[in-house]
């Protein structure tokens, strides 16, 4: 028989956070990573090296279509990024991916909140799926990041090639990610977003990358932390 509780969702590396001895917390339905047993500790070894964390549970939405800047001038306002570059909100990040397609990853304190990203109107010719369940995304933070994502990738992270806020679609780990240069304060920071079923194996891959540099898992907590 049904209990009438609400379920409560998993991310994609749910396994692995539990494995690692994460303290888990229910955040607008999902289980969420709130720490690994001292956020403090978790935050100066991001800041003096690298760390990862899941922010799967976040909202994420992509709109696709070929009057995307438009819609996205309805819905945002006119700063509206050129292809392969990221603006920043308070609510989070809106990234353009291509000419006609691009994302928005929402803040980790909009997990609970109404999502900007309405279904468009046919007054425009663009659409606005709800992408939360389907990506996974995960944030590479640290001095040592690009030297973690270089083992990975052959996209050109120099920074002047990819500096801060900006994105590229690529390869990585033999996959495709969407990649996002996005940095915390001032931390080097890269959002990755994969398709959920590739999840977990991107989530072993850059954790086996990192650790030559002593990568830390990292949970929100430790994230509040670096971003004061």
């Given at each position: 028989m049904p209990s009438g509780k609400p379920l409560v969702r998993q991310t994609p590396v749910h396994h692995q956070l539990v494995e690692a001895g994460a303290r888990l917390n229910d955040v607008a339905g999902w289980l969420v990573a709130e720490h690994f047993g001292d956020a403090e500790v978790e935050a100066r070894a991001v800041r003096s090296g690298v760390g990862?964390?899941?922010?799967?549970?976040?909202?994420?939405?992509?709109?696709?279509?070929?009057?995307?800047?438009?819609?996205?001038?309805?819905?945002?306002?006119?700063?509206?990024?050129?292809?392969?570059?990221?603006?920043a909100n308070r609510k989070g990040i809106l990234c353009r991916v291509s000419r006609h397609h691009a994302l928005f990853l929402a803040n980790r304190d909009e997990l609970a909140a109404e999502s900007p990203c309405k279904e468009s109107s046919s007054a425009t010719c663009a659409h606005a799926t709800n992408r939360t369940s389907g990506l996974a995304s995960f944030l590479l933070c640290g001095p040592q990041a690009r030297d973690v994502l270089g083992k990975l990738t052959s996209l050109d992270l120099r920074e002047s090639r990819l500096p801060n806020h900006r994105c590229r679609c690529g390869p990585m780990a033999a996959i495709q990610?969407?990649?996002?240069?996005?940095?915390?304060?001032?931390?080097?920071?890269?959002?990755?977003?994969?398709?959920?079923?590739?999840?977990?194996?991107?989530?072993k891959a850059v954790t086996a990358a990192g650790e030559e540099y002593h990568l830390r898992h990292f949970g929100m907590a430790a994230l509040r932390l670096l971003e004061q």
């Amino acid at each position: 028989m049904p209990s009438g509780k609400p379920l409560v969702r998993q991310t994609p590396v749910h396994h692995q956070l539990v494995e690692a001895g994460a303290r888990l917390n229910d955040v607008a339905g999902w289980l969420v990573a709130e720490h690994f047993g001292d956020a403090e500790v978790e935050a100066r070894a991001v800041r003096s090296g690298v760390g990862l964390c899941d922010l799967s549970a976040a909202e994420k939405w992509e709109i696709k279509g070929n009057e995307l800047p438009r819609h996205l001038a309805a819905v945002f306002g006119p700063d509206i990024p050129a292809p392969g570059y990221v603006v920043a909100n308070r609510k989070g990040i809106l990234c353009r991916v291509s000419r006609h397609h691009a994302l928005f990853l929402a803040n980790r304190d909009e997990l609970a909140a109404e999502s900007p990203c309405k279904e468009s109107s046919s007054a425009t010719c663009a659409h606005a799926t709800n992408r939360t369940s389907g990506l996974a995304s995960f944030l590479l933070c640290g001095p040592q990041a690009r030297d973690v994502l270089g083992k990975l990738t052959s996209l050109d992270l120099r920074e002047s090639r990819l500096p801060n806020h900006r994105c590229r679609c690529g390869p990585m780990a033999a996959i495709q990610v969407v990649l996002v240069h996005k940095d915390r304060g001032q931390l080097l920071g890269y959002e990755i977003l994969v398709s959920r079923e590739y999840g977990e194996y991107l989530w072993k891959a850059v954790t086996a990358a990192g650790e030559e540099y002593h990568l830390r898992h990292f949970g929100m907590a430790a994230l509040r932390l670096l971003e004061q």
